[in-house]
T-cell receptor, first 116, second 110 residues
Framework: DAGVIQSPRHEVTEMGQEVTLRCKPISGHDYLFWYRQTMMRGLELLIYFNNNVPIDDSGMPEDRFSAKMPNASFSTLKIQPSEPRDSAVYFC??????????????FGPGTRLLVL | RKEVEQDPGPFNVPEGATVAFNCTYSNSASQSFFWYRQDCRKEPKLLMSVYSSGNEDGRFTAQLNRASQYISLLIRDSKLSDSATYLCVVGYSSASKIIFGSGTRLSIRP
């Protein structure tokens, strides 16, 4: 398996622009997670899906952020409009299970976002 | 207070040394525990799960102390390649929640 795939790997955009991050989880994994990592705040869970349904979006910073999972093999995280404080590394992860003690999460390589 | 706390380090130790660091968690309902490793500019990867009885994987030993609510990671005979950030992860099955600590940076010098 190719592992979790994310695109783009790097994104530089200007404040106010829309940014769309993409993720393909490992085939057969029922859970998909979006994280944001910064030096100041560490790794923060933004939202996670189970069987394509959003379960917990309490980590989504504000209405500018939205996430979708139209099918089992694809998810997007959208920021509209983007702001400089959104600059971070965004990771997508997937797992077979969650909250069972056997929930190893497999992370994608991340998208490094810089908003100017 | 953060739910999962780690000393950010950095821990700077010579090759061959033994190094240990702890992670404390605040919620006694925590039920699963892990250590992840993150190399510079890379994604986190599972290093090992932490079981109640403690467990060992080669040079790495993980321990859980439920009474004091901390987990530990011990690395023996450290190698240059052990230089990384080690993330403590705590899970709560009742809430289907998993929380990452901010990580402890480890640097092994020749």
């Amino acid at each position: 398996d190719a592992g979790v795939i994310q695109s783009p790997r790097h994104e530089v955009t200007e404040m106010g622009q829309e940014v769309t991050l993409r993720c393909k989880p490992i085939s057969g994994h029922d859970y998909l997670f979006w994280y944001r990592q910064t030096m100041m705040r560490g790794l923060e869970l933004l939202i996670y899906f189970n069987n394509n349904v959003p379960i917990d979006d309490s980590g989504m910073p504000e209405d500018r952020f939205s996430a979708k999972m139209p099918n089992a093999s694809f998810s997007t995280l959208k920021i509209q409009p983007s702001e400089p404080r959104d600059s971070a590394v965004y990771f997508c992860a997937s797992s077979l299970s969650h909250g069972t003690g056997q929930e190893t999460q497999y992370f994608g390589p991340g998208t490094r976002l810089l908003v100017l | 207070r953060k739910e999962v706390e780690q000393d950010p380090g950095p821990f700077n130790v010579p090759e061959g040394a033994t190094v240990a660091f702890n992670c404390t968690y605040s919620n006694s309902a925590s039920q699963s525990f892990f250590w992840y490793r993150q190399d510079c500019r890379k994604e986190p990867k599972l290093l090992m799960s932490v079981y109640s009885s403690g467990n060992e994987d080669g040079r790495f030993t993980a321990q859980l102390n439920r009474a004091s609510q901390y987990i530990s990671l011990l690395i023996r005979d450290s190698k240059l390649s052990d230089s990384a950030t080690y993330l403590c992860v705590v899970g709560y099955s009742s809430a289907s929640k998993i929380i990452f600590g901010s990580g402890t940076r480890l640097s092994i010098r020749p």
